[in-house]
C-alpha cells in the first residue's frame, strides 16, 4: 500500500503539496470514509475526491509531459486570481493527459522559467528540499555592492524563516547605478532572493529565473510562450531526482 498524497500525485492528479491540502480539508474519502494524512490505499481502492470517484487503474502510469514556460512579469503562479490579474494557465496548451502540475513558483513581478509537468512525483521530487535542487537567476540591484557585502550572501544572512545564503554569486555587468549578477541557490523558499539581498541592504529592481535544475530558459522562448520539453531534457530532469527516464 502508498501513501494516499503519493498515490494520488504518481496518477498525475496534482502535486503530493496540494493533495495533502485536499486531505487536511477533508474532500477526500477511501471505502466512505473520509481520509485522514498517513493514510495508504491501492489504485483498486474506492477513492473520491468531492465525491467524484477517481480511476487510478486507469490513470495510475500516465505518459509523463514537461512544459517549459517563459513566465512575463504580471502574471500570477496560480491556476485563478481573487483580483482577476492574469495567471500563468491562461496561456498554456492542454496537456494530452492528465493536468498541469506547477514545479514551484515565482511571484508576479520575477520572470523567467517556470516548469509544468503532469507527474505528481516529479514535480513533488523536484520541489522537495531534499533534492537540493539548484536554481538560476539574474538579479538586477540597486547599487554596488562591496566584496564584504558579497561574503555575507555567501555565508548566510538571518532570515525571519531561518538563514538563508546564495551557493553563487557572479557579477554579470554594472550599468550606471544598477548592478546584475548571476545567483545560485538550492531553496524555493517565498520571494527569497529577493529577501536574502533585502537583509543587506539592497533592492531588486528586476529578477529572472534562467535555470531550475538541469533546464534552462531556452534563449528563444521569448515571455508567454511555451515549449514541450524533448525526451533529452526530461531525461536529464528525471535523472536529477532519480526517477525512472521516460
Known amino acids: 500500500m502508498t501513501r494516499l498524497q503519493k498515490l494520488l500525485a504518481a496518477a498525475g492528479l496534482g502535486s503530493r503539496r496540494s493533495i495533502e491540502q485536499w486531505i487536511r480539508d477533508g474532500r477526500i474519502t477511501v471505502g466512505g470514509r473520509v481520509a485522514q494524512l498517513g493514510d495508504r490505499a491501492v489504485p483498486t481502492d474506492e477513492i473520491r475526491l468531492d465525491g467524484r470517484k477517481l480511476d487510478l487503474e486507469a490513470t495510475r502510469t500516465p505518459e509523463r509531459e514537461i512544459l517549459l514556460y517563459h513566465k512575463p512579469v504580471g502574471e500570477m503562479t496560480t491556476r485563478a486570481d481573487p483580483q482577476g490579474r492574469p495567471t500563468v494557465f491562461e496561456r498554456l496548451p492542454e496537456p494530452r493527459n492528465g493536468r498541469w502540475i506547477t ?4 511571484d508576479v513581478n520575477t520572470s523567467g522559467l517556470l516548469l509544468f509537468t503532469t507527474d505528481g512525483e ?7 528540499p531534499s533534492s537540493e ?6 538579479v538586477r540591484i540597486r547599487g554596488r555592492p562591496s566584496e564584504f557585502a558579497i561574503n555575507q550572501l555567501l555565508e548566510g544572512v538571518p532570515l525571519e524563516d531561518g538563514p538563508a545564503r546564495f551557493d553563487s554569486i557572479v557579477q554579470d ?3 550606471g547605478s544598477h548592478t546584475t549578477f548571476r545567483v545560485v541557490l538550492h531553496e524555493g523558499r517565498n520571494r527569497e532572493v529577493r529577501r536574502i539581498w533585502s537583509a543587506i541592504g539592497f533592492e531588486v529592481s528586476r529578477l529572472m529565473r534562467i535555470r531550475y535544475g538541469p533546464i534552462e530558459l531556452p534563449r ?17 530532469l528525471a535523472r536529477a531526482v532519480h526517477l525512472p527516464e521516460p
Open 122 to 128: 516529479l514535480a513533488h521530487r523536484l520541489m522537495h
Open 173 to 175: 555587468e554594472t550599468d
Open 103 to 106: 514545479v514551484g513558483r515565482l
Open 133 to 138: 535542487i539548484d536554481r538560476e537567476y539574474l
Open 220 to 236: 528563444d522562448l521569448r515571455p508567454g510562450g511555451s515549449r514541450t520539453a524533448d525526451t533529452e531534457l526530461a531525461t536529464k
